[in-house]
T-cell receptor, first 111, second 114 residues
């Protein structure tokens, strides 16, 4: 079992819809959770982070964390074609700043 | 505020050679981490530095090494290059250490080993 798992996709949604990206992790000691967006040929860009159970909203993005279920998700409302990218889930297990990444989910937003 | 910078952006090396990559963190950030990204293995942690000391190391052979200078700039070195070392090498900086701080990535160095 991988430490951080994501569905590789592609996840295809129409423009204006809500995209839901999911991530599960295996280490219950994990403390901090991050979502990165990576366009093809570019480096990862931090878009959300969450430390506590519940929801955290920032603009069109909402991160959701459920530590009991070891599950973190990212919702993108009013999806735009420019949101088409690979979304990487990353987990910090309270060992310095070291991040363990999932394999990423490729999102395609169709006009 | 300028972001994380990495040099060089592209490198082509031959098997058996060594290479040094450089990273300058965001101004004021004191922690630097290095990651390797390949299509097969994804993003994998190499090591992290804070206050010129290596704080964590990933599961990579000893050919991979690094260091951090007093101005927080960091370098990583790969000796005796192998074909499998071809990858995008990413540096990320954080304001603080230890755990849980947001990390911001630089543009990466694309290394090709022939």
């Amino acid at each position: 079992q991988k430490e951080v798992e994501q569905n590789s996709g592609p996840l295809s949604v129409p423009e204006g819809a809500i995209a839901s990206l999911n991530c599960t992790y295996s280490d219950r000691g994990s403390q901090s959770f991050f979502w990165y967006r990576q366009y093809s040929g570019k480096s990862p860009e931090l878009i959300m982070f969450i430390y506590s159970n519940g929801d955290k909203e920032d603009g069109r993005f909402t991160a959701q964390l459920n530590k009991a279920s070891q599950y973190v998700s990212l919702l993108i409302r009013d999806s735009q074609p420019s949101d088409s990218a690979t979304y990487l889930c990353a987990v910090n297990k309270n060992a310095g700043n070291m991040l363990t990444f999932g394999g990423g989910t490729r999102l395609m937003v169709k006009p | 505020k300028a972001g994380v910078t990495q040099t060089p952006r592209y490198l082509i090396k031959t098997r058996g050679q060594q290479v040094t990559l450089s990273c300058s963190p965001i101004s004021g950030h004191r922690s630097v981490s290095w990651y390797q990204q390949t299509p097969g293995q994804g993003l994998q942690f190499l090591f992290e530095y804070f206050s010129e000391t290596q704080r964590n190391k990933g599961n990579f052979p000893g050919r991979f090494s690094g260091r951090q200078f007093s101005n927080s700039r960091s370098e990583m070195n790969v000796s005796t290059l192998e074909l499998g070392d071809s990858a995008l090498y990413l540096c990320a900086s954080s304001l603080r250490w230890p755990s849980g701080n947001e990390q911001y990535f630089g543009p990466g160095t694309r290394l090709t080993v022939t």
